[in-house]
Structure formats: structure tokens, C-alpha cells
């Protein structure tokens, strides 16, 4: 398996208060060069309704929507091996500098996008970011069990008040 390498940039800017956190990007994503590029993924839904949106739908949308919310987004890790799309696969992890984009932004909580996007930020970034993460039901498709509107409810009880 060869080593794959996270290619496209957080959003962000001085103004995020939240960052989210997934683990690598999808396949889907990676074609896209964006975050939550498979049509099933939720997040956009969900961040959507976080924001008090209408669902975003070019890139640009997305940034902007993310940025005025000031929602920030990220993946764990910088490069790892990975098969297709599953987070179950992923070895050899380099992880992002989560704590350098820290500094530049007013990030005061830091979310989790599923279980393991969380056990990576707990193992390679937690200490040297001195943040918790909160660890919230992934928005992939692979989480059937967790229906859109739980899934908001979830994600708006943990987010919303550093949002408001």
C-alpha cells in the first residue's frame, strides 16, 4: 500500500471558533480536492444547519458558509496508508499540525467528526494542542444508524454554543 498524502488546505481564518476534525480524505474527496465529497456524506447538511444556511453546493459555497459561521475544518492526518475510503485501513499516520493552525485562529473547542477521527486527535495531537476534542457522530454514510435530523440535534447540542 502506498503512502498517500493529505493535498488541499484547512479552512480557516482568524475569525474560527470551532475546528472540526475528520481523518483523511475520502476517496470522493480526494477527486474533489474538498472536504465531504461523497454525495452521501451529512456534514454539509449538518454544518448547513448549524450555520442557519441553505446546503452550500460548489466549493467556494462551502468555504464561505464554514468561514461565516466560523466553523474551521481539518483532517487528523497529513499522510498515511489507506485502503479506498476506510478509516478501519489507515496505518503508518503523519498527523497535521493542529496546535500551528491553533495559534493562528481563536479556536477554543475542537470536534471530532466520528470515533476515529477522535482516537487519532487523542493519540497524536491532544497533548501538544492542549484542547480536548469532543468526539460527535460521524456524518458518513457509513453511520446509517444515526438518521439527519439526530444527527443535527447531536451536533448542535455539542457546537451550538460556541457558535451563538
Known amino acids: 500500500m502506498a503512502v498517500l498524502v493529505h493535498t488541499f488546505e484547512p479552512v480557516f481564518d482568524g475569525h474560527s471558533r470551532i475546528l472540526v476534525l475528520g481523518t483523511f480524505p475520502s476517496v470522493k474527496s480526494r477527486e474533489n480536492r474538498f472536504y465531504y465529497g461523497h454525495p452521501q456524506n451529512r ?13 452550500p453546493e460548489t ?6 458558509m464554514l468561514l461565516k459561521a466560523h466553523i474551521a475544518v481539518w483532517d487528523v492526518i497529513a499522510s498515511c496508508e489507506i485502503q479506498g ?4 485501513s489507515i496505518r503508518h499516520v503523519t498527523p497535521n499540525d493542529i496546535a500551528g493552525l491553533l495559534q493562528k485562529t481563536g ?6 467528526n466520528g470515533g476515529k477521527a477522535y482516537e487519532l486527535y487523542v493519540r497524536y495531537c491532544e497533548a501538544v494542542c492542549g484542547l480536548r476534542a469532543v468526539r460527535l457522530p460521524s456524518t458518513s454514510p457509513a453511520n446509517a444508524a444515526w438518521s439527519l435530523e439526530r444527527l443535527t440535534e447531536s451536533w448542535r447540542q455539542a457546537c451550538g454554543p460556541y457558535l451563538g
Open 43 to 55: 456534514f454539509w447538511k449538518v454544518a448547513a444547519a448549524l450555520a442557519g444556511a441553505s446546503v
Open 59 to 64: 466549493v467556494a459555497e462551502k468555504k464561505a
Open 85 to 88: 475510503s476506510s478509516d478501519s
Open 107 to 112: 479556536i477554543c473547542a475542537v470536534f471530532a
